[in-house]
């Protein structure tokens, strides 16, 4: 048995080189196909950890919002205008990603509702404010999240 690192190990970009350059030659014995799998695996899991990023920022955002517009008007005028950008971009981002990956669209309000409980920490400490008041599950639906002319309540529309 070996104990030398193998390329997998030692360069993961010389060896996915490697393993494409098998691939286009059709060498398919010489594939690493236990890494290979691996590695395809990881590529579908990167897509779907990015979308879920995207709902914590995207659900962090409107939280702060409607917070601000509740009970923080200075901070709503302060950095409304902010956060109602970064609501868009990352709508935008989402769209973009849910383009590239259709089969995403099914795991959506999963996703949007495993990123709420991490927003409301982030949106609590960004604001000072508990986090145990505000609803213990998103009070919107993943539609109304994606949907661009979507503000929460006592939010003004920009």
């Known amino acids: 048995m070996s104990t030398k690192p ?9 060896w996915t080189q490697e393993q494409a350059a098998r691939l286009r030659e059709g060498a398919w014995q010489e594939l690493d196909l ?3 799998i691996e590695e395809i695996e990881d590529v579908g ?8 990023s995207h ?4 659900l962090t955002h409107l939280l702060k919002l409607s917070i601000a517009a509740r009970s923080r008007p200075y901070d709503l005028a302060r950095a409304g ?5 970064t609501c868009r971009t990352q709508r ?4 973009k990603r849910l383009r590239r990956n259709p089969s995403l669209r099914a795991v959506v309000p999963e996703e949007c509702a ?10 609590g400490i960004a604001l000072d404010v508990d986090e145990a008041t505000l609803p213990p599950v998103c009070p919107w639906t993943s539609e109304q999240v994606l949907d661009a002319d979507f503000w929460p309540a ?5």
């Open 6 to 14: 193998s390329l997998y190990d030692q360069d993961l970009y010389a």
């Open 92 to 95: 935008l981002q989402i769209a």
């Open 45 to 52: 899991h990167s897509q779907r950890d990015a979308l879920a």
């Open 114 to 123: 495993d990123a709420y409980e991490i927003a409301c920490v982030e949106a």
């Open 154 to 158: 006592g939010e003004a529309t920009p």
């Open 34 to 36: 236990e890494h290979l």
């Open 81 to 85: 205008r902010g956060w109602r950008g």
């Open 55 to 58: 709902f914590v920022i995207l």
